[in-house]
């Protein structure tokens, strides 16, 4: 069984930093894409970020470039989010996903999402 | 970055009705969109790849169609079960881009 588990999350003031992990598990990890969205309360979705599957290539959105870094630890079966320079803004649910995009039609995945609050 | 522009924002509509929403993306995507149905305090789930494949153990009363820059979702007799909000996602150029979103309601 597929799953995602986001953790890290928490109440952070504004400009400060925060890392988001999200554990992989019932898949080959190093074989798929992965992404970061976001959901600010009661707003809709925002892609933030992906990463391929060895880790070479990221892409970001317009709103977090520069800020946040996507990386992957394919040993640990581990998708990563550094987040510096926190807005309070950047206050969402982070929801860690496989198979956003797909042509192939296979599945998409999500995690429960990690809740991060930016304020002082 | 292409802008996804999703309408309606909300409706509200009655079981068994057919409904429609448009997304329309500032510049061509191809046919590289998808539809999520996103229930509260849920992750999203897509129903449609490509513009108008219907995912897998995706009722059959959800379709897509659209090419280009014009996308539209329809569910042909809605269900107690649709009620949700449904956002389109482009995924032809970076950073990718969702729809700002559509409330379906009960009237």
Known sequence: EVQLVESGGGLVQPGGSLRLSCAASGFTFNEYWMYWVRQ?????????????DDGTATNYASSVEGR???SRDNAQ???????NSL??????VYYCARNLGTSSGEEDFWGQGALVTVSS | DIQMT???????????????????ASQGIRSDLGWFQQKPGKAPKRLIYTASNLQSGVPSRFSGSGSGAEFTLTISSLQPDDFATYYCLQHN???WTFGQGTKVEIK
């Not at chain 1, 079966?77 to 987040?83: A, I, P, R, S, V």
């Not at chain 2, 409706?11 to 057919?18: P, T």
């Open chain 1, 77 to 83: 079966n581990t998708l990563y989010l550094q987040m």
């Open chain 2, 6 to 24: 999703q309408s309606p924002s909300s409706l509200s509509a009655s079981v068994g009705d057919r409904v429609t929403i448009t997304c329309r």
């Open chain 1, 40 to 52: 600010a309360p009661g707003k809709g979705l925002v892609w933030v970020s992906r990463i391929n």
């Open chain 1, 68 to 70: 946040f870094t996507i």
């Open chain 1, 87 to 92: 807005r309070p803004e950047d206050t969402a």
């Open chain 2, 93 to 95: 150029n970076y950073p």
